[in-house]
């Protein structure tokens, strides 16, 4: 594991700078890259920074990409953030630059890259690139910047309601808001559903299994999504919603893909679900996590060791 000034140093030595995250990005992996991509323009404005993945649709408002061509790559450094593993990374030629550098603080599986930081306890990787630039003599957190790590620490935490939401957290939005940034309105992007999407929230709890042991599961199937109109990623913003419910510890929710497979999203306010999400291709954090099944069997398979978590973790009396 690298130190701050190890990871400055590498940036300070290359003039061309690529900075990726993963597919699917949610706020924290755009503002991770979009914060840490402005920080190095504003200090080294000769340098040439790029961001490289494919555009979120809903998640325009906060960052859109660039262009970055194969030969951008030669000679550069490239810094994933929020990536836990290579598969995830949202370019397969992160490995052809001249440097690798991971930034993340998801659990570290697969230690890639010449360089890394990885911090397990930082509520997102937005909160690492505040505090890579507060180590820094040369970075500086402008109110550009804030803005983008505002909105990345805003996705990862639930807006400052999960438990990853620390004194620290609290400390680095308050500097963000110190400086002016539009706290409101990033509240508001993140906040604003469409009606369909109200209307999914409706389906979802009425397609609902509970389990008593708290355990739960949802399908999203494709009939659900044309039918209301939706696209995935927008079924993707309910995923936190059976977490209100009282009955409710842990959960499923299974979107399914054009494929006819299922996209996996695993959330929990207690028992450990990361390592069921590894045994069905994903992984992730102790309490969300991704994966995938093949067919609903799979998916009702995963409830099933879901509820044995869930089971295992309250006799416990955790
Ligand atoms: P999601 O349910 O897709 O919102 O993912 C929840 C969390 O798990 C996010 O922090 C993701 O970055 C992480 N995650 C999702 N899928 C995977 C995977 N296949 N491998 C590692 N981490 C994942």
Do not use: C
Not at 246 to 251: N, R
Not at 306 to 313: G, K, R, T
Request: hydrophobic share 35%.
């Amino acid at each position: 594991m690298n130190n701050f000034s190890e990871i400055i140093d590498s940036i300070k030595k290359y003039n061309k700078i690529i900075v990726l995250r993963h597919t699917n990005p949610d706020p924290d992996a755009l503002g991770s890259q979009k914060g840490l991509a402005n920080a190095i323009t504003e200090a080294f404005p000769d340098k040439e920074v790029l961001i490289g993945g494919n555009d979120a649709q809903g998640l325009k408002w906060l960052s859109t990409m660039d262009e970055v061509k194969d030969s951008d790559f030669e000679g550069s450094l490239v810094i994933v953030t929020d990536t836990a593993n290579t598969e995830r990374i949202d370019d397969d030629r992160y490995n052809s630059g001249d440097f690798l550098i991971k930034i993340d603080h998801h659990p570290n599986d697969d230690a890639y890259g010449d360089q890394l930081f990885v911090n397990t306890d930082a509520s997102s990787s937005s909160e690492i690139i505040a505090d890579l630039i507060e180590s820094s003599n040369e970075l500086k957190l402008s109110k550009t910047v804030a803005y983008y790590l505002y909105a990345g620490i805003v996705g990862d935490t639930g807006r400052f309601l999960y438990p990853a939401t620390t004194q620290h957290t609290m400390n680095i939005a308050g500097e963000f808001i110190a400086l002016g940034i539009d706290s409101a309105g990033i509240n508001q992007h993140m906040n604003e559903i469409t009606l369909p999407q109200a209307k999914l929230q409706g389906a979802l709890f009425d397609r609902l299994k509970i389990d008593e042991s708290g355990a739960a599961v949802a399908v999203i199937d494709t009939d659900l999504i044309n039918k209301l109109g939706l696209t995935r990623e927008q079924a993707n913003s309910v995923v936190s919603t059976p977490g209100r419910l009282k009955e409710v510890h842990s959960w499923l929710e299974a979107v399914e893909k054009e494929d006819g497979t299922f996209r996996m999203h695993l959330r929990s306010q207690g028992p450990t679900i990361n390592g069921l999400a590894k045994e069905h291709n994903g992984g992730g954090h102790p309490l969300a996590s991704g994966a995938d099944a093949k067919d609903l069997a799979e998916v009702e398979q995963m409830f099933q060791e879901l509820i044995e978590i869930v089971n295992n973790y309250y006799k416990k009396g955790e």
